[in-house]
């Protein structure tokens, strides 16, 4: 029985946004929809609407109707976690698994694809199509977690955080296509305008009281509130930077260590504080700090957490971020440990079938 395939494409991801300004049409894109149609499978882009979360979840509609084997996702992030979380509401069927996804990256950062170690997607999306047996496919399990706000909106997630990222990513996006290089950029700013006393690092400085609620395999719920620069929770161990940059381990390093958990992270100091000890969080390494005005010794990381579930509240609204993308304010987030997929590795290779 021949394999199913479905590509479902965001036309205003980072990737195909920029391909259209270069090139007037989508170079990249047009490539990834010609192999799959090739491959008699279905096609399904998005971006033509305003509402586009609801674009979406008619496409997934239609897709999951069709039932695919292997699901091809090219988009940022964010869209791939909107296109997963329709696929996994309108999946109905008990006897056919849930499908193999794959992802062609098509957004700005791409902390997925780095993770599953995808560098040329026509060449990853050619060697799926090329294995004649699902079995022989390279896999790799990517846990998520279930995010609702106030507003009732639910969505799922590998990466959500508040405070600091947000401000990072509205800096960042400022100028999307220079990627990790405008990161560096606004890394060195930051020190060299804290060194000498200026404004520019203040523009990521910004505490606000929120209480937290934790639960783990090995504790209770345990509450703490504080005056947070930031919090962060992921399921994935890297933060997408390149590979070759030193460190010992993962920021995250305990995100993938344990079924139906994430790793969360939160600091409760300045932003000028944070500058100094990320060195020690960028290398996996935060230990401690000495507090000049109280001569205590303090965590760096505060909140440093294997949990299954994390609940922050505030009396004043606050936005957050999911997988790159900004939400608007709410006063309630629920982040909860969900299920997992599996997604197909970047370093796949084909295998040649054994008569």
């Known amino acids: 029985m021949s394999k199913r395939y479905a590509l479902f494409a965001n036309a205003n ?10 090139h007037g049409k989508y170079v990249r894109l047009n490539v990834l929809k010609k192999m799959i149609e090739d491959h008699n499978g279905k096609v399904y882009i998005t971006g ?14 239609l897709a999951c109707k069709y039932e695919p084997d292997v699901v091809f996702i090219q988009s940022g992030d964010g869209g791939t976690l909107t296109f997963l979380t ?3 509401a309108h999946w109905p069927y008990t006897e056919k698994p849930f499908p193999l996804i794959a992802h062609p990256k098509g957004g700005t950062f791409g902390i997925l694809a780095n993770r599953l170690d995808i560098r040329d997607p026509v060449v990853y999306v050619k060697n799926i199509l090329k294995t004649k047996e699902l079995g022989n496919l390279t896999v790799k399990d990517i846990k998520l977690m279930r995010v609702e706000d106030d507003s009732g909106y639910s969505h799922v997630s590998f990466s959500v955080g508040t405070g600091f990222p947000v401000r ?11 990627k990790n290089l405008r990161i ?20 990521f400085d910004g505490q606000q009281k929120m209480t937290i609620s934790t639960k783990s395999h090995f ?14 929770a992921q ?3 890297s933060i997408g930077l390149p590979k070759g940059l030193p460190r010992r381990q993962e920021i995250f390093q305990k995100a993938e260590t344990a079924e139906d958990t994430f790793h969360a992270i939160g600091v409760d100091y300045n932003f000028r504080r944070m500058l100094w000890e990320m060195p020690q969080i960028y290398i ?58 599996r997604f197909i590795a970047g370093n796949h290779k084909v295998v040649k079938n054994v008569k």
């Open 48 to 61: 033509n609407s305003h509402d586009y979360v609801n674009e979406v979840d008619q496409q997934v509609e």
């Open 219 to 232: 504790d209770e719920v345990e509450t703490c509130t504080r005056e947070w620069l930031a919090l962060i």
């Open 13 to 22: 991801s980072g990737e195909n946004t920029l391909d259209y300004k270069r």
């Open 235 to 237: 399921t994935i161990s």
């Open 284 to 341: 996996g390494e935060a230990g401690t700090y000495r507090d000049r005005k109280t001569d205590e010794e303090r965590r760096v990381l505060l909140l440093d957490k294997q949990l299954q579930s994390l609940t922050i509240t505030a009396d004043e609204p606050f936005e957050y971020q999911s997988c790159g993308e900004i939400f608007a304010p709410t006063k309630t987030l629920y982040i909860n440990s969900y299920k997992t997929v």
């Open 168 to 178: 990072l990513l509205k800096e960042a996006y400022k100028k999307k296509h220079l």
């Open 184 to 203: 560096g950029m606004m890394t060195l700013r930051s020190i060299f305008s804290a060194i000498a006393n200026g404004n520019y690092y203040r523009r």
């Open 86 to 88: 329709r696929l996994i």
